[in-house]
């Protein structure tokens, strides 16, 4: 407990704040011309985040100290490299894991968890196989290639708009994705221009300018953190904090992507019934809305099978399940699932485990009454929630209903999926709209 000023400071135990370096373990059998090329990228946003003052946050190179070909090639292109010293212990790496990997595997593993290493960067495209035994660990096993868009996810989390595809220094956010992720805004900035040439009416520009930049660009924020925190997330597993899972933070931005990314399909939806005259009442225009659908009819089939293409609709009823919950009846937080106990432990088990873990002394801080009973009630929900994590099915996950039908999903895993194909499906609006445009 802290001693500040005189004064003893309340501080939770297994818990910390989001990690500010980014740890990077080169684990290369030799360094290529491309190699060389993605790695003075990175370079190029290391000196950028040395030059701010305050500093933001950082990027670490680390290197065992016998590989030392690859330390001094990079000390020949002016890159900084931590030497670092293998690990001698295999301990700290999953169960499950170990009897997965080889010894040099597990020693590689090991040394990364003892630097808290955040990925590890590699060129020997068998050693990736191995990705699913590292992410146990809450260790990244990629290569350099993906190396670049894991440091762009993780600056930007620290409130850092950068981009290798678009390098300026104090860039705003706004207009930043728009620069910086051209092939994502294209369809949309060009459709506008279109409509404009054509002389659309003010409503649809106004809906075709609002849906092709600011809700776009919503969404690349809103997925670039989801992506940040599934970082921290993995950091905080490494430290096996039991207290600490950013969950606030993942659910207070995974509630508003779902309703970003249904709200693109009726955005969409309200853009053709303005911009061509449908005739549906402002209010009941939907992507889901039979009757909108139905209007679309002959002259605008092109665009009626756009929002009929099964794989859309599939895409439109998984989401529409997800966000009713975030907007209309509770919030997503992605949960444990654990198995039921065919024993529940009685008060004197909990007790014992209480005592095991050195606790019970705590209650005895309170004076007898109502104040010690709830503490030692509090003590024992925790130990029972203990006892029922030791059989963790599935972590991080959500339940979902379709039609009566139930499953669980990873939703931070699905962050780029659901991007995707939420611009597709945009992508093949634009198209269709602009080949039925007069």
């Not at 597993?237 to 207070?252: D, I």
Request: glycine share 4%; charged share 25%; hydrophobic share 45%.
């Amino acid at each position: 407990m802290p001693f500040v000023r005189g004064r003893l400071l309340p501080e939770i135990e297994s818990a910390g704040r989001v990690k500010r370096t980014l740890d990077v373990l080169i684990h290369l059998e030799k360094v290529n011309d491309a190699i060389a090329a993605a790695l003075d990228e990175l370079e190029q946003l290391r000196v950028y985040l040395a030059s701010l003052v305050p500093p933001f946050c950082s990027i670490r190179l680390l290197a065992l100290a016998d590989h030392r070909d690859t330390i001094a090639a990079f000390g020949t292109i002016g890159i900084e490299v931590s030497p670092i010293a293998m690990s001698t212990r295999v301990d700290r790496v999953p169960k499950d894991a170990a009897e997965r990997l080889t010894d040099p595997l597990k020693i590689l593993l090991a040394t990364a968890l003892d630097y808290d290493a955040d990925c590890v960067v590699t060129d020997d495209s068998a050693l990736l196989s191995y990705v699913k035994e590292f992410d146990e660990a809450g260790v990244l096993l990629t290569s350099t290639d993906f190396l670049l868009r894991y440091a762009e996810t993780f600056v930007r989390g620290h409130d850092l708009p950068w981009a290798f595809a678009h390098k300026v220094w104090f860039e705003p956010w706004v207009g930043f994705y728009q620069l910086s992720e051209q092939w994502t805004f294209k369809p949309g900035m060009d459709f506008l221009y279109l409509c404009q040439s054509k002389g659309a009416g003010r409503d649809a520009l106004e809906l075709c300018r609002s849906l092709a930049y600011n809700r776009l660009g919503d969404l690349c924020f809103t997925r670039d953190r989801l992506c940040f925190y599934e970082i921290q997330q993995s950091a905080a597993k490494r430290a096996q904090w039991k207290r600490q899972r950013f969950s606030a933070e993942v659910a207070y931005y995974l509630n508003f992507y779902y309703v970003l990314l249904y709200g693109t399909f009726d955005h969409a939806a309200a853009l053709v019934n303005a911009l061509f005259n449908v005739g549906i009442k402002e209010r009941k225009v939907s992507a889901r809305n039979p009757e909108f659908l139905k209007a679309l009819g002959a002259n605008l089939s092109g665009i009626q099978a756009v929002f009929e293409e099964p794989t859309h609709v599939d895409f439109i009823r998984r989401v529409a399940a997800l966000r009713h919950t975030a907007a209309h009846r509770g919030v997503l937080t992605p949960t444990k699932v654990v198995q039921d106990l065919d024993h529940p432990p009685t008060n004197d088990e909990l007790d014992k485990d209480i005592r095991e873990a050195g606790l019970d002394y705590l209650p005895s801080q309170f004076q007898p009454g109502s104040m010690r009973d709830s503490f030692q009630e509090m003590l024992r929900s925790n130990a029972r929630a203990a006892r029922y994590e030791r059989e963790t099915l599935m972590e991080d996950v959500v339940l979902i209903e379709i039609d009566g039908s139930y499953g669980f999903i990873h939703p931070l895993s699905d962050t780029w999926w659901n991007f995707r194909h939420c611009t597709s499906f945009l992508s093949e609006i634009f198209d269709a709209c602009s080949k039925a445009l007069p």
